[in-house]
């Protein structure tokens, strides 16, 4: 069974009339009579009932055009929908970021992406801290990912969007809570509460070589598997964080932030591999100036 088949019989079952089908078709009436016929005999049941007079659909012919129709119209959307693939029309694309202070950052990128690719399916991969993001990039667990830097970066590339400054996240009756600005040194006596260890925290990383840097080691007494329980755990008294300032968003009552001056400014990047195909990324990659200049608007 061939489409141009299909197609003859759609064109006879709407005009009822085998010369006004022809000419819609643009060919003669014996060559469109002859793919009917052998259209039923594929079938094995007549699709039509022809007079002298006058041409109509058999009940089975009734049932058919439904089904032919639906095939066609799929014939000539499979084009249609590759072309669209593979421009970056249509698609999934799989984000991953590194947690609750790469929120707005983050909705500002869907934001834009679904402006341009509304038909582009957009999954948001659950937070990740930034080596658990890299693993899973490589891994092509995830396309693109949203994370702190700095980070592996073999076979990835990598564009930096904002640095955000470091914060001591305090409890509200703590004394360095009504100052407007700290150093690192302030924290020399303080238990601090990290983020989950061995599994690539950027923050992590940065406030350990930055306290060595003034000569010691910072007391990790606590761990928190995100921003959120850390900034949870510091209200509850158990010890002070170093959370990137745009936790505050967050909004935990009886906790403060409050900058920390001499640390280094924490870059907030986008990473994808280097060999990907996913045309919908390339998608994204072609929005990431008009994305950061609306951030450096901010």
């Known amino acids: 069974m061939e489409l141009r088949h299909l197609q003859a019989f759609v064109a006879v079952a709407e005009e009822l009339n085998f010369r006004r089908a022809a000419v819609r078709l643009?060919?003669?009436q014996p060559p469109l009579s002859q793919q009917i016929k052998r259209l039923e005999g594929e079938v094995g049941v007549a699709l039509l009932r022809?007079?002298?007079r006058r041409v109509a659909l058999t009940a089975a012919g009734e049932a058919f055009l439904d089904e032919a129709r639906r095939t066609l119209s799929s014939a000539e959307a499979a084009p249609r929908a590759a072309r669209q693939a593979?421009?970056?029309?249509?698609?999934?694309?799989?984000l991953g970021f590194s947690g609750q202070t790469s929120y707005q950052v983050m909705l500002l990128?869907?934001?834009?992406?679904r402006e341009r690719y509304p038909r582009v399916r957009f999954d948001i991969v659950s937070p990740l801290l930034g080596g658990e993001l890299v693993d899973q990039i490589n891994q092509q667990e995830v396309d693109v990912g949203l994370l702190r830097l700095p980070v592996p970066s073999a076979g990835l590339q990598l564009r930096e969007l904002q640095r955000h400054p470091l914060a001591a996240a305090v409890s509200a009756d703590h004394p360095l809570a009504e100052r407007d600005l700290i150093g690192l040194d302030d924290l020399r006596p303080e238990t601090f509460i990290s983020y989950t260890a061995n599994?690539?925290?950027?923050?992590n990383q940065v406030v350990r070589e930055a306290c060595a840097d003034l000569g010691f080691v910072p007391d990790f007494g606590?761990?928190?598997?995100d921003t959120h329980t850390i900034l949870s755990l510091v209200g509850a008294g158990a010890g002070i964080g170093m959370v990137p300032l745009t936790a505050g968003h967050l909004k935990l009552p009886g906790v403060v932030l409050v900058p920390v001056t001499d640390a280094p400014l924490l870059p907030l990047a986008l990473a994808w591999r280097e060999d990907d195909p996913n045309p919908a990324l390339a998608g994204l990659v072609g929005l990431l100036d008009e994305i950061a200049a609306e951030l450096d608007a901010v």
């Open 26 to 28: 643009h060919m003669s």
């Open 50 to 52: 022809r007079t002298t």
């Open 86 to 94: 593979a421009a970056g029309e249509i698609g999934t694309l799989r």
């Open 109 to 113: 990128i869907v934001r834009k992406f």
């Open 199 to 203: 599994r690539g925290s950027v923050v």
């Open 222 to 225: 606590q761990e928190a598997p």
